[in-house]
């Protein structure tokens, strides 16, 4: 289990570990403008009791069948409610916070082959409704830095750090950074807070892997979890009812926006190569309109950001931007299939 939080040391000395080797957990105070500690910053240790029920929770969404990039997970499948939310994680979640944790949003990433990673970040900004959370991983298959594991940032862990005008961390803070991979297995779990910067790799091997990542607030800070995927399908749904509530032709459009940004981001990668600030930006302009469409506005912003350095003829650090912008489309695909999944589901009630 991994506990990632906010001591100095990486040797596994968390509250976690001291309890599962029968030791008095060592108590720390924290300001009340401070969110509480999660143990040792970037600590891996397995429990023999716990790994066990990891293991089960991971064959448990093997039987499920849960597909690549889904959110609202119990939304779909009845029986992962339980575990996720009154099961081992969620009582471990709340060692974390300090009391009872509630679950503020739940989803599976796939990485395929080739599959790129994301962009160093910290999950505060991106979260809306509550101030703090924990989140945990827990590897379907191994994670690994072959396979694009996470790797995570020691030592600046209490504030929201500088951005490129985006959700990712600016190259400044990035090169400051101490950065360690953290290698996973079934029955692992890594956990990190809101503050923890982190980013992951391209999985450059043959195999497709999975992760579920799950996200738990405290209880005294109410719950979210609806509100959360209310606000996210909130556009989405606007385009739905635009269009007479048709799901097919809805699922026709999200198709024909996925099979033709690839192809956009490519030519503008192949425009940075070349020079040619014209054709990148054509390129983000037609990839901007039609993220904006799906409400998919963060991503729509980073291609303005690229739009304006083809307009400006400046392209200083495009290579990196365009890089952050193809890692960041894993999640705008997993988005829209989802939601598609799900208008489709409420259809047919």
């Not at 191994?142 to 600046?156: F, I, K, M, Q, Y």
């Not at 996210?232 to 809805?250: C, E, I, N, P, Y």
């Amino acid at each position: 289990m991994g506990v990632l939080g906010d001591h100095d040391d990486l040797t596994g000395r968390g509250e976690l570990a001291q309890r599962e080797r029968g030791e008095e957990p060592e108590r720390h105070e924290h300001r009340s403008d401070q969110p509480p500690g999660l143990g040792p910053e970037a600590a891996l240790h397995r429990g023999d009791e716990i790994a066990p029920q990891l293991r089960h929770l991971s064959d448990q969404f093997v039987a499920e069948r849960v597909e690549s990039g889904l959110e609202d997970l119990i939304g779909h499948h009845a029986g992962l409610r339980s575990p996720l939310t009154d099961g081992l994680v969620p009582e471990l979640a709340g060692e974390l916070l300090g009391e009872p944790a509630l679950l503020y949003k739940e989803k599976v990433n796939y990485k395929h082959p080739g599959g790129a990673g994301f962009a160093p970040h910290q999950d505060a900004p991106a979260y809306r409704f509550v101030d703090f959370h924990v989140s945990c991983m827990l590897p379907l298959e191994p994670a690994t830095e072959a396979s694009g594991c996470l790797w995570v940032a020691e030592g600046r862990h209490r504030e929201v750090l500088a951005m490129d005008g985006l959700r990712g961390l600016s190259d400044e803070v990035v090169a400051s950074l101490t950065w360690h991979p953290v290698e996973l297995g079934p029955g692992d779990l890594l956990w990190f807070d809101s503050y923890v910067p982190h980013r992951s790799g391209t999985n450059v091997t043959a195999v497709a892997r999975r992760a579920l990542y799950l996200t738990y607030n405290a209880a005294s800070a109410g719950d979210f979890r609806t509100t959360y995927y209310q606000d996210k399908q909130a556009t989405f749904a606007g385009l739905l009812d635009s269009l007479g509530g048709d799901v097919d032709f809805l699922s026709e459009l999200v198709e024909a926006y996925l099979a033709s940004s690839p192809e956009l981001i490519r030519s503008m990668k192949q425009a940075i190569v070349l020079g040619e600030a014209p054709s990148l930006q054509r390129a983000a302009h037609s990839l901007k309109t039609g993220s904006a469409s799906f409400g998919v506005l963060a991503f729509a912003a980073q291609c303005k950001e690229m739009e304006k350095m083809g307009r400006a003829a400046k392209l200083d650090g495009a290579e990196s931007k365009v890089a952050a912008l193809e890692a960041a489309y894993g999640e705008v695909v997993a988005a829209l299939q989802a939601q598609v999944q799900s208008a489709g589901l409420a259809a047919a009630r």
